[in-house]
């Protein structure tokens, strides 16, 4: 495996992004490229089953480069999100008007699946708030060579802290990919497709990579403990330089660290864009939020019910549908940021937010008490009762604040856990957007998070009667989640239990394609 340096890892916060060739896998991205035009011509739209069907993608995805990089970004224990997508552009037949690169909603080719709106990604649809912290990023695979005229995806440099879509960041697009690139970006950086005015079709493979443990030390080639600014890299194309500090810090495994207190000249600019600003406000260190600041704040949204809907300037919503925490990821309060920034200096504050009635300033405390992630009997015994919430929200960040927290093995957190998987309420397994996701399966995604994060902290008897119940009556997202904590935690009984649930869906494509009667 070949681990990054601290200058990529430095470059990789700057801007949220990196791209890693593999000229060495020629044949392999030629064949995946034509699998892909066959399978796209001849067979349904496979998506998040595009691994079963083309193995031969597991040769990228365990190249020793792209490995190398996650293990560096999200530590060794990293999972492979059960969600893929096909991303295909094809040719667009009428000319484009506006060909600029930071113009929204171009027209796209007839049939494509990809979308050329600037948009933050949702977590497919794990549903979460958005994490300054990489703890889940996007791979984007191109396996054939694309130019400028078949569309390549665009990008916002260091947009990922950003509340939304902003196009004052640097907009980066490739005039030329190689076969084979492989982009990792943060999880939350905006992009966007870009039409095809070739004569070709243009693929691209969308895969999504989860931490499931908080950093305890470098999982890189770390030779310095200080940030440095990554060179030639401007105010305007890098994150603001405490919040990018903040975050290296973060993945050395310095908890509950104060943001840093001085602040560059520079930094400080009169041209600072509008998020810089906001990220002043989060990890200026002496300069940023004070907590009774934070608290004041956050008091001015209760009774709001934004729970419910989201800020209305987010460009989160498609075709009109209402904005709702669901699929799409939420953003929490600036305060709440600046709060999880301030580390355990905060943890008073969690608790009387806790104890709001609120159910948005509920969600925002079990936000900043995963971020800290300290696991003191009081903070979970908080977190726990939020799990009684009749709001699934505050249920679902609670769920995600206990994955991040360290705890003892604790059976009636399990048992609860266990309640929620069996007895839904039925307002919770309603659809709730266009493809079906309820509010129940984006719990047991994250209960599953929670056994795939924690299944080393529990005996193995009360671990399996979950993972069992989980299998049973739960998406297979969930179940895929927790068969990988199942092959994850080494006892037989489990690894029994997870072969005979990923042999009884194992797919045969002998009878796939033409001329194949056998």
């Not at 070949?2 to 990196?18: A, R, Y």
């Amino acid at each position: 495996m070949m681990l990054l340096t601290d200058h990529q890892v430095q470059s990789f916060i700057s801007s949220g992004l990196m791209e890693i060739a593999l000229p060495e896998l020629d044949q392999v991205h030629y064949e995946i490229d034509l699998r892909l035009r066959e399978i796209c011509e001849t067979e349904s739209h496979h998506g998040n089953n595009i691994l079963p069907r083309m193995p031969i993608l597991q040769q990228v995805l365990r190249h020793e480069k792209i490995h190398g990089a996650l293990v560096s970004l999200l530590g060794p224990g990293y999972l492979v999100h059960p969600h893929r997508a096909i991303h295909r552009s094809t040719p667009l037949k009428e000319a484009l008007e506006d060909f600029s690169f930071s113009a929204d909603r171009h027209l796209m080719g007839h049939g494509s699946t990809a979308t050329s709106i600037w948009h933050q990604d949702a977590q497919s649809p794990l549903a979460r708030a958005r994490h300054h912290f990489p703890r889940f990023l996007i791979g984007f695979y191109f396996p054939h060579e694309v130019d400028s005229a078949m569309g390549p995806t665009r990008f916002l440099r260091a947009s990922y802290c950003d509340n939304g879509p902003d196009l004052s960041r640097e907009i980066y697009q490739p005039d030329r990919i190689s076969a084979g690139t492989f982009f990792l970006a943060h999880f939350d950086i905006a992009h966007a497709g870009f039409p095809n005015v070739s004569k070709d079709d243009r693929f691209m493979l969308k895969f999504v990579f989860a931490r499931t443990n908080a950093p305890t030390s470098p999982t890189w080639n770390n030779e310095s403990a200080n940030w440095s600014s990554v060179d030639n890299e401007s105010v305007e194309t890098s994150l603001y330089e405490p919040a990018a500090a903040f975050i290296w810090n973060r993945m050395l495994g310095r908890t509950g660290a104060e943001p840093a207190s001085k602040t560059s000249q520079s930094s400080l600019s009169p041209t600072l864009a509008s998020q810089d600003k906001r990220l002043k406000m989060i990890y200026g260190g002496r300069e940023g939020l004070s907590i009774p600041d934070c608290m004041e704040s956050l008091g001015l949204v209760a009774g709001k019910r934004k729970h419910e809907r989201l800020q209305e300037n987010l460009r989160d919503s498609t075709k009109g549908y209402p904005i709702r925490w669901n699929e799409r990821a939420i953003v929490v309060e600036t305060a709440a940021y600046r709060l999880a920034a301030l580390g355990e200096n905060s943890v008073d504050a969690i608790h009387s937010l806790m104890e709001s009635e609120d159910p948005w300033l509920q969600v925002n405390a079990a936000f900043v008490a995963g971020e800290i992630g300290v696991g003191t009997s009081e903070l979970t015994s908080h977190l726990k009762k939020l799990l009684q919430s009749p709001h699934h929200q505050v249920v679902r960040q609670a769920i995600d604040a206990l994955a991040l927290t360290k705890i003892d093995d604790d059976r009636d957190l399990l048992q609860q856990l266990k309640n929620l998987v069996s007895n839904k309420r039925h307002s919770w397994q309603s659809a709730l957007v266009q493809r079906g996701w309820s509010a129940g399966d984006q719990i047991d995604i994250n209960i599953a998070m929670f056994l795939l994060s924690k299944h080393k902290y529990y005996k193995a008897h009360d671990f399996l009667d979950l993972a069992v119940l989980i299998l049973k009556k739960s998406n297979d997202y969930a179940c895929s989640i927790v068969g990988e904590a199942l092959i994850r935690s080494r006892g037989q009984e489990a690894q029994e239990l997870a072969i005979n649930y990923f042999q009884d869906r194992a797919w045969n494509t002998s009878l796939l394609g033409k001329n194949r009667a056998y």
